[in-house]
């Protein structure tokens, strides 16, 4: 169960990074943009597996149970969140990003961790 | 993207309010997005109609659907005339003269401007109309009988036009215009009375007993239960993308107000949201649910 709150916590910290660049509260050069962008690609590919077994649903949690009982709806959400965030790690490489790009990619990949968070989180 | 819009924007309001059809047409979708009409008036799942109805809508009252608001002759609104239409927005009142439920937030949208509103209903008229049949709402006693809104709404409400504050100028005026009519952001992030109406004293301060039975957060700028740790960009940000300053995401019903809603407007006018949030009067209260799961 910390495990997977772990994976997720990770993915929140990455976020919330590229979030404080795309409105300026730090300046950082392109290296931070893009470290950011790839951890949080390879962060969303673990986190199906992060939450595969079921690890607990008593202790503070927030994961509902339907996440095992309609396991295959969960996948696809999770895979969709890697889709996106890969999209988003490819934009970042590029030697001189986009940012405007960039800005509505986040918004796709912030789009697929609202759509999971709504069926499987409290 | 985002320039794009600004000028349009710029654009649009430059004009007279009774611009050209297609000028209104745009407006009209702009400000429907703004007022978050799809939302509630589209079903759920990636192959319904926009806004031919069919939304379920949870509340402690009862079940609701929102009904088909297409031009269709027979299961929208084809034949309302504008009067009708601003008559429903302004009054709570359908085209039969019957009450609306005020899960349609007429207690809100009561402060549009008329222009605002005959924008919005040209756009729903340049919509392609569907034959979408109404699902009925399923209500319990007394709520099911429509008349019991008379009685509702004499205690609780209060018709009137939008009434900007006199000593604030510009944005803090579009910002409560935004606000409190056309996003009707009180709606949902108020405490409601036995009743279902809103508690004014508490307005903004969150609920536990939101749409769906979900806990809605305090939006006032009260440093330990509110948004008073947010900066104006973190809330434009937010309205924008559904970030939160910490990295979460929001879930839930507010992704889908940004999505359709406030991730569609102008930057300035965003901005012009946050600022008017941050200038409420800070209200301490932490919604929660009376009984947290076990540990």
């Not at chain 2, 079903?43 to 079940?63: C, E, H, M, S």
């Not at chain 2, 993308?241 to 839930?252: E, F, I, K, R, V």
């Not at chain 2, 507010?254 to 941050?278: C, P, S």
């Amino acid at each position: 169960m910390k495990y997977r709150q772990g994976v997720m916590r990770g993915v929140g910290g990455a976020m919330g990074n590229l979030s404080a660049m795309m409105k300026g509260d730090v300046k950082f050069g392109n290296n931070h943009l893009r470290a950011n962008a790839e951890s949080l690609a390879w962060l969303s590919s673990l986190s199906r597996e992060a939450f595969q077994e079921n690890t607990g649903t008593t202790g503070p949690t927030k994961s509902k149970a339907n996440i095992w009982s309609s396991w295959s709806d969960f996948a696809g959400k999770a895979q969709a969140f890697e889709i996106e965030a890969s999209k988003l790690a490819e934009l970042a490489r590029a030697p001189n990003p986009n940012m405007a790009a960039i800005g509505e990619q986040m918004k796709a990949v912030g789009g697929t961790c609202g759509a999971c968070h709504k069926d499987f989180r409290e | 993207m985002l320039a794009r819009f600004a000028i349009l924007l710029v654009a649009l309001f430059a004009l007279p309010a009774a611009g050209r059809g297609d000028e209104l047409v745009a407006r009209g979708e702009y400000l429907a997005r703004a007022a978050g009409c799809q939302s509630c008036h589209t079903a759920n799942g990636p192959n319904a109609v926009p806004f031919a109805g069919g939304r379920k809508l949870a509340t402690p009252k009862g079940v609701f659907y929102g009904p088909n608001i297409t031009p269709d002759p027979r299961h929208g609104i084809g034949q309302w005339t504008e009067a009708e239409f601003l008559r429903a927005l302004r009054l709570g009142i359908r085209r039969d003269g019957a009450h609306l439920y005020p899960v349609f937030p007429y207690t809100s949208y009561t402060k549009i401007a008329d222009d605002d509103a005959r924008a919005i209903f040209a756009y729903l008229k340049s919509l392609p109309a569907s034959p979408t049949p109404n699902k009925a709402h399923e209500l319990p006693f007394p709520y099911n009988i429509r008349m019991a809104m008379a009685a509702w709404k004499w205690l609780n409400f209060k018709p009137g036009a939008f009434v900007p504050a006199s000593d604030a100028v510009g944005a803090p005026n579009r910002g409560a215009y935004l606000v409190e009519a056309l996003g009707h952001c009180g709606e949902c992030h108020t405490k409601r009375d036995w009743w279902g109406a809103i508690v004014p004293a508490m307005a903004f301060a969150g609920t536990k007993d939101g749409p769906d039975g979900k806990v809605v957060p305090n939006i006032t700028p009260d440093p330990e239960t509110g948004i008073d740790g947010w900066s104006t960009k973190d809330l434009v940000y937010f309205l924008d993308t559904g970030l939160l300053p910490d990295g979460d995401s929001t879930g839930g019903l507010m992704a889908e107000v940004i999505r359709n809603g406030t991730g569609k407007l102008a930057d300035e006018d965003r901005q012009a949201i946050a600022i008017y949030l941050q200038s409420l009067k800070p209200i301490k209260h932490k919604p929660k649910k009376d009984s947290p799961r076990a540990p």
